[in-house]
């Protein structure tokens, strides 16, 4: 068999090789200028001064320009493109920081920053022109003037006039926000009252949502303070900005009044369609007039329109996200055995598969903590959350309004979460417990608390030394690692029998928590809580409420929630900002919890006031430690981020302080992916031969041939490297069929379908079997559009010999066979003399055998004669 088999090769190697590959479907991408979003809703504002919450801000930044942005290396892999630290042009063309004060600011400036702002961008209304400096300082003066309950004024106010907040007891106080921002025919300035403010903070500050720009006369229009654009209504008079100041609802978010209606006019990349709250569905559309111009730099296409769903079902979300009616999709951690294919063999990050289709980054590291709040003193009015009345004293059917203010009780509820199963079962793993606001990513944090390394044992211990933690950058220390809560429902009961002199054990209590609609990882932590409290005294109640988001914020306004879960998302990576809203009085959620202690207030601003690093770290070091003694919040998570999308989108990268994707760096293509199946053809034949490749092509979305599409013709010597050596245009069949001949050795060749068409017209003679220049069409392609995705066809590998080499190696397996059968010989004839011996010894057996025999017979017939 072996012998023709040999001759077989032989045969075949003397002939031409043809490899038909089969046909491919060339896959259609799904509204190739549309991307859908289907995540969980959503928005509460489209006023960038109101704005405070990430669903909104993800609609802002898209709609609004601010003076700078973050800036992107697109050198990087998407994970880490988007930075932090750095920043690019956007309305401003170019700045100075930190500039002595100018001549004309206020005596009690310490600094001034200048920035150039841009000639010539539109509004998304023409009918107000451009963007004019005065905008500008109108944007920055209404953001100040409206100063709502709960939003992101203070941290504007804070390095300009070093408060947290208007105040109108101070009658100069509308001269200051005045002079806080200036304008000329060309520049902005800001004048900071604030020493040392870090520049950093400030210009990350102004590169987010909330310092976004409008007309002003836009803006006054529509129910807003009316600025320097119409001094006849004395806008600089604490008479006319108070009538401004923290309204029930934003005039943007309400127009015209008492409708709802959600307007803008701002100068980014796309305009505001549609936001319908009812249905959960906003969109936006291209912005033709962008200044930056379409495709963005960089980029090799855009996005027309985006279209937000929010859908809460997780199940509804995922048949989209399957089926590819939406292209980005949010995936609850809970789910994700759902979606990573090879679960079950616990892959790393880098060992996932996902369905055909399906891209995940996952990994992502976030500047996101979720915690656990207190109400220290609730509104009791119309408030449905706390029970029955009376609310001024304890008892089984409700709570007061000081029900939290008693530290035993915070420390009982914080004993009573199973952090470790929580993470285990909702996070499956990619989460961590911090021990305070300073989560890992800030500044300091390894000096704080023991990152990313064990749990101290117990965690609310503070051991005696060395500590595992590293020395200041002066050499002193090291600092005991702040310590943390964990899962005790015996230390809880204990807490819950201490509160109020036991009182509260014999009363119990009930209450309700709320969670925003679809957030399951909020939900499951609020059940899991009112588990646990729950099994500890039969007259321990809690009630666990959904509600959407927008409704949520208002209650946290409203000062109505009890005991409430919410997450926060760094507006800059420095501890202050996290300092400041977990404790500082007058900060975010502590205000709101009605939390505040002088010393604590005192600790946070000499925080931000300090350049000494040594100094700095041991103050949010006692902040920590403090934390840990009263118990505002308990954090609850810091978990890994991932992003899905299908793979047919181009361009998202991260930014960890982003509120959600810039759709401006987007669009939808194809890239070319290494091939990761394995070789299905191989080909070997003689030096000087060709080798035919032929495929064929389809839409199927129509269900015709996919012809006039380039496919590049690639070569490679390691199945690695590839290198376009031609070009070939599907003919009317969408077929392609050409002869290559190889070079000597081992070489690699496949075809890649482009999914873009060739430039018309092509005659006939130039389809299917001509290879043409690939350098020629790997230029269009820059400048062209996609029609339909890549596609791969499996590698040949294809080894070419010269006819010494084919011969041996054909006649190879005959000498083989001679050669066995030569052994085999000799093997047979040693047999045969082995059995001959054994022959000629067994005869002489038989024969002493038989004499023996007779010998026998004759001796028992001689016996039987005798008797």
Same mark, same amino acid.
């Given at each position: 068999?072996?012998?023709?088999?040999?001759?077989?090769?032989?045969?075949?190697?003397?002939?031409?090789?043809?490899?038909?590959?089969?046909?491919?479907?060339?896959?259609?991408?799904?509204?190739?200028?549309?991307?859908?979003?289907?995540?969980?809703?959503?928005?509460?504002?489209?006023? $960038?001064?109101?704005?405070?919450?990430?669903?909104?801000?993800?609609?802002?930044?898209?709609?609004?320009?601010?003076?700078?942005?973050?800036?992107?290396?697109?050198?990087?892999?998407?994970?880490?493109?988007?930075?932090?630290?750095?920043?690019?042009?956007?309305?401003?063309?170019?700045?100075?920081?930190?500039?002595?004060?100018?001549?004309?600011?206020?005596?009690?400036?310490?600094?001034?920053?200048?920035?150039?702002?841009?000639?010539?961008?539109?509004?998304?209304?023409?009918?107000?022109?451009?963007?004019?400096?005065?905008?500008?300082?109108?944007?920055?003066?209404?953001?100040?003037?409206?100063?709502?309950?709960?939003?992101?004024?203070?941290?504007?106010?804070?390095?300009?006039?070093?408060?947290?907040?208007?105040?109108?007891?101070?009658?100069?106080?509308?001269?200051?926000?005045?002079?806080?921002?200036?304008?000329?025919?060309?520049?902005?300035?800001?004048?900071?009252?604030?020493?040392?403010?870090?520049?950093?903070?400030?210009?990350?500050?102004?590169?987010?949502?909330?310092?976004?720009?409008?007309?002003?006369?836009?803006?006054?229009?529509?129910?807003?303070?009316?600025?320097?654009?119409?001094?006849?209504?004395?806008?600089? &008079?604490?008479?006319?900005?108070?009538?401004?100041?923290?309204?029930?609802?934003?005039?943007?978010?309400?127009?015209?009044?008492?409708?709802?209606?959600?307007?803008?006019?701002?100068?980014?990349?796309?305009?505001?369609?549609?936001?319908?709250?009812?249905?959960?569905?906003?969109?936006?559309?291209?912005?033709?007039?962008?200044?930056?111009?379409?495709?963005?730099?960089?980029?090799?296409?855009?996005?027309?329109?985006?279209?937000?769903?929010?859908?809460?079902?997780?199940?509804?979300?995922?048949?989209?996200?399957?089926?590819?009616?939406?292209?980005?999709?949010?995936?609850?951690?809970?789910?994700?055995?759902?979606?990573?294919?090879?679960?079950?063999?616990?892959?790393?990050?880098?060992?996932?598969?996902?369905?055909?289709?399906?891209?995940?980054?996952?990994?992502?590291?976030?500047?996101?903590?979720?915690?656990?709040?207190?109400?220290? /003193?609730?509104?009791?009015?119309?408030?449905?959350?706390?029970?029955?009345?009376?609310?001024?004293?304890?008892?089984?059917?409700?709570?007061?309004?000081?029900?939290?203010?008693?530290?035993?009780?915070?420390?009982?509820?914080?004993?009573?979460?199973?952090?470790?199963?929580?993470?285990?079962?909702?996070?499956?793993?990619?989460?961590?417990?911090?021990?305070?606001?300073?989560?890992?990513?800030?500044?300091?944090?390894?000096?704080?608390?023991?990152?990313?390394?064990?749990?101290?044992? $117990?965690?609310?211990?503070?051991?005696?030394?060395?500590?595992?933690?590293?020395?200041? $950058?002066?050499?002193?220390?090291?600092?005991?690692?702040?310590?943390?809560?964990?899962?005790?429902?015996?230390?809880?009961?204990?807490?819950?029998?201490?509160?109020?002199?036991?009182?509260?054990?014999?009363?119990?209590?009930?209450?309700?928590?709320?969670?925003?609609?679809?957030?399951?990882?909020?939900?499951?932590?609020?059940?899991?809580?009112?588990?646990?409290?729950?099994?500890?005294?039969?007259?321990?109640?809690?009630?666990?409420?959904?509600?959407?988001?927008?409704?949520?914020?208002?209650?946290?306004?409203?000062?109505?929630?009890?005991?409430?879960?919410?997450?926060?998302?760094?507006?800059?990576?420095?501890?202050?900002?996290?300092?400041?809203?977990?404790?500082?009085?007058?900060?975010?959620?502590?205000?709101?919890?009605?939390?505040?202690?002088?010393?604590?207030?005192?600790?946070?601003?000499?925080?931000?006031?300090?350049?000494?690093?040594?100094?700095?770290?041991?103050?949010?070091?006692?902040?920590?430690?403090?934390?840990?003694?009263?118990?505002?919040?308990?954090?609850?998570?810091?978990?890994?981020?991932?992003?899905?999308?299908?793979?047919?989108?181009?361009?998202?990268?991260?930014?960890?302080?982003?509120?959600?994707?810039?759709?401006?760096?987007?669009?939808?293509?194809?890239?070319?992916?290494?091939?990761?199946?394995?070789?299905?053809?191989?080909?070997?034949?003689?030096?000087?031969?060709?080798?035919?490749?032929?495929?064929?092509?389809?839409? $199927?979305?129509?269900? /015709?041939?996919?012809?006039?599409?380039?496919?590049?013709?690639?070569?490679?010597?390691?199945?690695?490297?590839?290198?376009?050596?031609?070009?070939?245009?599907?003919?009317?069949?969408?077929?392609?069929?050409?002869?290559?001949?190889?070079?000597?050795?081992?070489?690699?060749?496949?075809?890649?379908? &482009?999914?873009?068409?060739?430039?018309?017209?092509?005659?006939?003679?130039? &389809?299917?079997?001509?290879?043409?220049?690939? /350098?020629?069409?790997?230029?269009?392609?820059?400048?062209?559009?996609?029609?339909?995705?890549?596609?791969?066809?499996?590698?040949?590998?294809?080894?070419?010999?010269?006819?010494?080499?084919?011969?041996?190696?054909?006649?190879?397996?005959?000498?083989?066979?001679?050669?066995?059968?030569?052994?085999?010989?000799?093997?047979?004839?040693?047999?045969?003399?082995?059995?001959?011996?054994?022959?000629?010894?067994?005869?002489?057996?038989?024969?002493?055998?038989?004499?023996?025999?007779?010998?026998?017979?004759?001796?028992?017939?001689?016996?039987?004669?005798?008797?």
């Amino acid at each position: 068999m072996k012998r023709a088999v040999g001759l077989l090769v032989l045969l075949v190697l003397m002939l031409p090789a043809q490899v038909s590959i089969q046909n491919v479907a060339a896959q259609e991408i799904p509204r190739p200028k549309d991307l859908v979003v289907a995540s969980i809703w959503g928005p509460e504002t489209v006023d $960038p001064a109101w704005c405070y919450d990430t669903a909104s801000a993800e609609v802002i930044q898209n709609i609004y320009d601010t003076l700078i942005r973050f800036a992107v290396n697109r050198s990087l892999p998407p994970e880490k493109q988007g930075l932090t630290d750095k920043f690019e042009p956007c309305l401003a063309t170019e700045w100075v920081i930190a500039a002595p004060p100018h001549p004309d600011a206020p005596p009690y400036t310490n600094s001034t920053y200048y920035f150039k702002i841009r000639e010539g961008v539109k509004w998304h209304d023409s009918k107000y022109g451009t963007v004019k400096p005065s905008d500008v300082e109108y944007s920055f003066e209404r953001w100040m003037v409206l100063d709502r309950s709960g939003g992101p004024t203070w941290m504007i106010y804070e390095p300009l006039l070093e408060a947290h907040g208007a105040d109108w007891s101070d009658p100069e106080w509308p001269e200051k926000i005045d002079h806080a921002v200036e304008s000329n025919a060309t520049h902005v300035w800001f004048n900071l009252k604030a020493p040392n403010y870090p520049p950093m903070i400030f210009m990350q500050i102004l590169a987010q949502s909330w310092a976004s720009v409008m007309p002003n006369e836009w803006a006054y229009e529509h129910g807003c303070w009316p600025g320097e654009a119409h001094p006849e209504e004395n806008p600089y &008079t604490n008479e006319t900005m108070t009538k401004y100041y923290d309204p029930e609802v934003s005039p943007l978010d309400d127009w015209p009044p008492g409708t709802g209606g959600r307007i803008e006019c701002g100068s980014g990349p796309y305009k505001l369609a549609v936001l319908d709250s009812i249905e959960h569905i906003w969109k936006i559309e291209r912005f033709p007039d962008y200044w930056k111009g379409w495709p963005a730099p960089g980029c090799e296409g855009y996005l027309e329109t985006v279209t937000f769903y929010g859908i809460d079902e997780w199940g509804t979300r995922k048949t989209m996200f399957l089926a590819g009616d939406a292209d980005f999709c949010y995936v609850p951690r809970a789910h994700l055995p759902e979606l990573v294919t090879n679960w079950e063999e616990k892959p790393s990050w880098e060992e996932e598969e996902y369905p055909a289709g399906i891209r995940c980054f996952p990994g992502l590291p976030t500047l996101i903590e979720s915690n656990l709040f207190f109400n220290f /003193k609730i509104e009791t009015a119309g408030n449905k959350y706390i029970g029955d009345p009376p609310y001024d004293e304890l008892h089984e059917s409700g709570i007061p309004s000081w029900f939290f203010s008693d530290v035993n009780v915070r420390k009982a509820f914080a004993y009573a979460f199973d952090y470790d199963t929580y993470i285990k079962d909702v996070f499956l793993g990619e989460a961590k417990q911090p021990a305070t606001p300073h989560v890992e990513g800030l500044a300091y944090d390894k000096y704080i608390w023991d990152v990313g390394k064990s749990d101290l044992n $117990p965690p609310d211990t503070v051991l005696p030394p060395p500590y595992d933690q590293p020395l200041l $950058p002066n050499g002193s220390g090291p600092l005991p690692p702040v310590p943390k809560y964990y899962h005790d429902l015996e230390k809880a009961e204990n807490y819950f029998k201490a509160a109020y002199d036991g009182e509260l054990w014999e009363k119990g209590f009930t209450f309700s928590i709320l969670y925003n609609t679809g957030n399951e990882a909020r939900e499951t932590a609020a059940r899991m809580l009112k588990e646990a409290v729950e099994s500890l005294n039969p007259k321990f109640h809690i009630n666990v409420i959904e509600v959407d988001w927008p409704t949520y914020l208002n209650e946290l306004v409203a000062k109505r929630l009890t005991l409430f879960i919410i997450g926060w998302l760094a507006d800059y990576p420095d501890p202050h900002n996290w300092y400041y809203p977990y404790m500082y009085s007058e900060g975010t959620f502590a205000y709101f919890q009605s939390y505040g202690d002088p010393e604590v207030d005192e600790l946070v601003l000499q925080g931000v006031r300090e350049t000494d690093d040594n100094k700095r770290i041991e103050i949010y070091w006692k902040l920590g430690n403090k934390y840990f003694e009263d118990v505002p919040s308990v954090p609850l998570y810091q978990d890994a981020g991932r992003h899905w999308e299908r793979t047919w989108v181009a361009g998202w990268y991260y930014n960890p302080i982003y509120p959600g994707p810039y759709f401006y760096h987007l669009w939808k293509g194809w890239y070319t992916p290494t091939p990761t199946a394995p070789l299905k053809i191989k080909a070997s034949i003689l030096h000087g031969s060709s080798i035919r490749l032929s495929s064929e092509f389809f839409n $199927p979305a129509t269900k /015709k041939p996919a012809s006039g599409f380039i496919v590049f013709v690639q070569k490679s010597l390691d199945n690695k490297t590839w290198t376009n050596v031609g070009a070939l245009i599907t003919d009317k069949d969408g077929r392609v069929d050409i002869s290559i001949t190889p070079p000597l050795g081992t070489t690699y060749y496949r075809l890649n379908f &482009t999914g873009y068409k060739a430039p018309t017209p092509v005659s006939d003679e130039l &389809t299917g079997t001509v290879l043409l220049n690939a /350098k020629y069409y790997e230029k269009w392609i820059e400048k062209a559009q996609r029609n339909l995705l890549s596609q791969i066809v499996s590698p040949v590998k294809v080894e070419t010999k010269i006819l010494e080499d084919i011969l041996s190696s054909a006649l190879s397996p005959i000498r083989e066979d001679v050669d066995a059968l030569s052994d085999k010989v000799t093997s047979l004839t040693s047999e045969v003399e082995k059995l001959q011996g054994t022959i000629s010894s067994q005869s002489n057996m038989l024969y002493a055998s038989i004499g023996i025999a007779i010998i026998a017979i004759i001796i028992a017939l001689v016996a039987i004669v005798k008797k």
